[in-house]
């Protein structure tokens, strides 16, 4: 049998590495266009700054070690350009003298992952990040040219990655984001912390910015939106990515949403002998069973491992999706999981969430830091829809037991029973995933009821309201919500003349600790009483993301 792949990066490397472990006796054929297979695109930005120094570590196997411990033919430089399905046959360009030749196939594998997004051509100035040449190219025109600013179009992953390395060389650099914040996988009041972490290491950020005119001269890059000019000496396109579709597109395949190659749950296109993978196709949810388009390395290496699995031992893996990723951008990691609550009210999906803010160990252990923690459940039956985790350390693990948990369908709830290591350099004996479930069995059980910082306007100009802030005298005199009055939390008991019986006594206090202390107070003294969720520094985060 002999299986023709069409791209070496990812997925197709994948998938020819586990068909061979599995198949000895398979013919094995890459055709790879770029002068690398089997690279760490993820890697890239950081050899921008040098921060990983050997270009060669980028580059996990060669033709030639595939060759050797593999036994894979793989051609570099060649781009397929006609499939000719009839004949199972293609049709393929060298890139470096232009000559054509064919091959024929049994099992064609379709890998060419994705192509960059962008507004104009590349040219000397003007680069994306997509494959290790772009890397090359804008370290090197960045050291000849000696560049001191650029600017950023795309507030995505690769974007604020690039961002930060370029930052690390002590370049000028400023972000233009076309929707309303950067990370948009984030909600908004999340991204706001982003934003400041961008803002407070030089970075500047423009956030509903539409590029209009891009101009190019031999020494600049002139960058005109509707509301602003920017000039620098380099420009890089970060605007994501696109499914490389058009020559399944060109060969009568059946596409999906978003331009991706139609596959069933075994990779298998509109052809039996030709089959899809990596970012080239959508996957659908674990939450709700809908396709959704994620180009991330981690589901197409697995998708190229689960396709060789199913084509010699028949056995079945569908795959589904969470969309679970994680970027470092400085001091802050930021990670998510399943959808947010944008996508949630577009599939008019019923959800309640929780903030909290737990510190990622032991508060007496040295260097405890603050995680910023968003989870989005079902309102119905208390599954996890989603999650946000911000902070310095100890982010990872969290958003990965979430991940678990929405993919083994756990109740939000049941995640109090989680048992996780503990250690004061590591945790907390009640660790934040703990503390989530805590959290949600406290409303589900009616100990506690939220109010949102959206809610807070209204809130503030209801006359049936009192808005009471348990903070001590010193925090609310640094800032509060107009028309809420002051009571911290250990003199409530005695002053709880103050409140009004008649109205609803809706609580504040930093993050969200003291305001259910608080109401767990007053409900025990006939008060109906709500708390504000994640506390006054979500409702700051809130209003900044505005």
């Given amino acids: 049998m002999k299986y023709i792949i069409i791209g070496g990066v990812a997925s197709g490397a994948s998938f020819a590495c586990r068909l061979r472990r599995l198949d000895e ?12 297979i089997s690279y760490a695109n993820c890697g890239l930005p950081y050899y921008v700054s040098s921060i990983i120094k050997d270009k060669n570590t980028l580059v996990l196997q060669t033709p030639d070690s595939l060759k050797k411990r593999f036994n894979i033919d793989v051609h ?29 196939y049994d099992k064609l594998i379709l890998a060419m992952g994705a192509i960059a997004n962008k507004i104009v051509p590349n040219s000397d100035n003007i680069f994306e990040l997509k494959t290790v040449e772009d890397s090359y190219k804008i370290r090197e025109y960045i050291i000849k040219h000696k560049v001191h600013s650029a600017t950023i179009i795309g507030g995505g992953f690769i974007g604020l990655e690039i961002a930060e390395n370029l930052q690390k060389l002590n370049i000028k650099t400023t972000i233009i984001e076309a929707s309303d914040h950067v990370l948009t996988n984030f909600d908004p009041e999340l991204s706001s912390f982003i934003n400041l972490e961008l803002m407070k290491n030089g ?15 031999e020494n600049e890059v002139t960058i005109k ?22 020559l399944a ?16 749950s075994n990779y298998q296109t509109s052809d039996a002998n030709i089959y899809a993978i990596g970012d ?10 809908e396709l959704n388009y994620i180009p991330l390395a981690g589901l197409a290496n697995r998708e190229g491992r689960d396709l060789a699995t199913y084509l010699i031992t028949t056995k079945s893996n569908p795959m589904k999706s969470l969309g679970t990723s994680i970027v470092k951008i400085f001091s802050l990691t930021c990670a998510s999981t399943g959808y947010n609550e944008k996508t ?28 910023i923690i968003k989870v989005l459940y079902s309102k119905d039956d208390y599954q996890i829809l989603g999650g946000m985790i911000l902070g310095q350390e100890g982010v990872d693990k969290r958003i990965d037991v979430l991940s678990l948990a929405i993919k083994n369908k756990m109740k939000a709830y049941e995640l109090k029973d989680s048992e996780l290591s503990y250690a004061p350099p590591y945790s907390s004996a009640k660790d934040p995933i703990n503390m989530i479930g805590f959290m949600i069995e406290n409303i589900k059980d009616g100990l506690i009821k939220q109010f949102y910082p959206e809610d807070v306007e209204s809130l503030s100009k209801d006359k049936n309201v009192q808005l009471v802030d348990v903070r001590t005298k010193e925090e609310y005199s640094l800032g509060h919500i107009e028309n809420s009055i002051n009571i911290p939390l250990d003199e409530l008991r005695e ?10 006594i809706s609580l504040i206090c930093q993050s969200a600790i003291r305001s259910y202390l608080a109401f767990r107070i007053l409900v025990q003294k006939g008060y109906t009483c709500q708390h504000l969720a994640g506390g006054y520094n979500i409702y700051t985060a809130y209003l900044a993301s505005k």
């Fill in 249 to 264: 597109k060109e060969s009568g395949l059946e596409l999906s949403i978003k331009g991706t190659v139609k596959v069933d």
């Fill in 225 to 246: 939106c509707s509301d602003k000019e920017i000039k620098s000496d380099i420009l890089i396109q970060a605007l994501g990515v696109k499914p490389n579709s058009s």
């Fill in 344 to 371: 949630l009210k577009k599939k008019n999906i019923a959800y309640d969430k929780i903030y909290l803010s737990p510190n990622n160990h032991a508060s007496y252990y040295p260097g405890a830091s603050q995680l």
């Fill in 25 to 36: 006796n398979a013919d094995i054929v890459i055709y790879e266009k770029t002068n690398f």
């Fill in 280 to 289: 080239l196709i959508a996957l659908p949810s674990i939450i709700d069973n």
């Fill in 76 to 104: 570099t430089l060649k781009n397929v350009i006609a499939i000719d399905r009839e004949n199972k046959r293609i049709t393929i360009k060298d890139e470096v003298d232009g000559s054509i030749s064919y091959d024929n």
């Fill in 495 to 504: 002053k709880i003349g103050q409140l009004d019986k008649e109205k609803v």
């Fill in 203 to 217: 970075i500047d950020v423009f956030v509903n910015s539409q590029v209009e005119q891009v101009i190019s001269t």
